[in-house]
């Protein structure tokens, strides 16, 4: 059993080749399914901030997107050097993602070994919530990435006795915070831990806090003397919050599920629902919470041990502390990535244990099934919101002399991409005018105005070109099944929506 067996070292533990090549394969081809790129959202808001960094060399920004600068000046120096651009903006993003699934893998291998690292690693990368990340810029992925690697770096520190990683450990914590101020969940674990006397080494949490002040400081001193505000991130940061506060902010839902796509509940309830409920994160708790209480309960009598319970009050602590305590946040999985990579942690180690005891079929079906889930949700997932306004970029591209009209919705949408090719000064809003291009967008990233005079493309105009979009792989099975004539509307317009085909006239 599981819950009997030791903690692998690696020697015993070590994985086939052909492990690694699955997870790389898995990786790739989940975050080829989630791939979304640029959506005109807060990933907006991340472009304009690198851009002002690649131009003006310093840059303050006035809004919280633009002040995380973990985030933010990787995309400025890619934009210095390569040109703004999609691919510039999203492969931090990418990075981040390697990233994860390379700390979720290492702290599996200091526990179980090779075969664990390579399970857990493949179970994370191919969360829908984490896959999707890879291609949309956001805050969750890398605050994470920062989280863990300040955890793992200071349970190093009082492992061996290392104040000045105790240090890095607090520079790393520090850089999360100034990613996203819920990194207060790691400020509490490391408050935990304290009060505990975790380690026996109180000097070590001192120099933890002196790296954590460093980073913080350095941000402080920089804003300050930009702005002549000393707690200018805080400003914004409260800004932020009172703008979307869930203790003041009403946000509308179907009446089952809210404006998130989370089930209606109970404060004290919507975290657990959300855990084993929500499509962004697939089948993994339904395995993982039962697999981290049997791995957990074994005795902590090993480094190994030590190591997993650890992480595992990490991401107690988190889950607590972002579900529960701060109640002015939402209740959102994508707060949650670090439970869940602590999830995905125990999951791996837990298949890995069986794989050693020389099962293949238990623990073979159970990873197909999460992993198999993981990538139907993915098939399923969200479709890309501006499709007409990358068209109508794509338009302006493929008839390079020419102007291009449209309504003014897709073309305050497409402004970035617009600036991106230089094709802005052709890009005009208005009614289509004799003798001229005018691009039909059916389904704007923000519908028409009532006023708008263009609601249906006129039968005499002339068909240029038409930027159809791909039908989702789900279409084809309902088809086939014969699905397509008696699911209910609403159920098939999820499954397989029909394709969107803006035209140019």
Sequence with gaps: MIADMPYATPSQSQPRPLWSVAALTLGILAVGLAWTGFQQTDDLFYAEAASGWAKHGWFVSENHWGLRHMIVLPMALLFRLFGPGEAMLV????????????????????????????????????????????????????????????????????????????????????????TRETTLALIAFYGVLFLANYGRDRAAYVWLGAGFCLVASLDTLYLWSATGDPLHRFAITQRGMEGDNALTTTRVGDGFFNAFGVIEAPRWLQGALMLFTQQTIGLLPWFAVPAAILVLRRPATTPQGRLLRYFGLLGLVWFVILNWVLISLWVLPRYNVVPLAVLATCLGVALAALFQQGRRWLPGSLLALVLLGNLGLLTLGGRDTIHGERSYALALRTYPDAVVRTDSNTRTAADWLLLVDGTAGRAETGPPVPGGLYFFNPAPRRNWAAEWPVQQPDPSWQEVAAFAEPARPTAWLMNWLGLDRTLPKGVLGKLAPIPRRPVLY
């Design 91 to 178: 492969a931090p993003m990418v990075v981040y993602v390697a990233l994860l699934a390379g700390l979720v893998g290492t702290i599996a291998a200091r526990v179980a070994g090779g075969l664990a690292a390579i399970l857990a690693a493949m179970l994370i990368v191919t969360l829908p919530l984490v896959a999707t990340a890879a291609s949309y810029v956001t805050t969750d992925v890398p605050e994470a990435v920062f989280v863990l690697a300040s955890a793992l770096i200071f349970y190093r520190a009082l492992e061996r006795r290392q104040r000045g990683t105790a240090l890095l450990a607090g520079v790393f914590a520090g850089m999360a915070f100034i």
